[in-house]
């Protein structure tokens, strides 16, 4: 399995499980009201919490004390919190996040790729080239070219 493969996996992965968590959360809300909480049950609670925070933010410049005060928590607590319960740190996740929707931008529309990193919440273009070809193992422009040639390509 190519690199690729496995990053568009993983990403993949992630979204699920934010969209999962989503629509998890009405039960959630319920089960809490009736039921007593415990700390194993907080702790994915506020880990739901952290994830519909970056989905609402993730465009925007990162800042992990904005977060942990959003939140009411610290940024130690808020950091290990969602790395145990994850497995990856914050800005992992907002990284592949980031990049989720870059390919999204890159692959539905024409907009210049200094747009499309400004959109995502990355100011400085090169970074964004280059967090973009850690993870899809091409640069941006590379990867909107063989979206466009592609042949199983649906218009």
């Known amino acids: 399995m190519s690199q690729w493969d496995e990053s568009n996996r993983l990403e993949e992965i992630s979204l699920f499980l934010v969209n999962l968590l989503h629509h998890l959360k009405p039960l959630w ?44 928590l610290s940024t130690y607590h ?10 990856i740190s914050i800005s992992q996740y907002i990284a592949t996040r980031r990049i989720h929707q870059s390919v999204r931008l890159l692959t539905t529309t024409n907009k210049p790729i ?26 941006p422009h590379q990867y909107r070219k063989r979206w466009v040639n592609h042949p199983f390509r649906l218009e």
């Open 114 to 139: 200094s747009l499309i990193a400004e959109e995502i919440g990355l100011t400085n273009v090169s970074y964004f080239c280059k967090l973009f070809k850690e993870q899809m193992d091409v640069t």
């Open 29 to 72: 809300t319920e089960f809490v009201v009736n039921s007593k909480v415990s700390p194993t049950e907080r702790k994915n609670h506020q880990v739901e919490r952290i994830l519909g925070w970056i989905e609402k933010n993730y465009h925007v410049p990162f800042r992990l004390d904005e977060l942990a005060q959003s939140l009411h």
């Open 78 to 87: 808020l950091s290990h919190l969602f790395k145990d319960a994850t497995g």
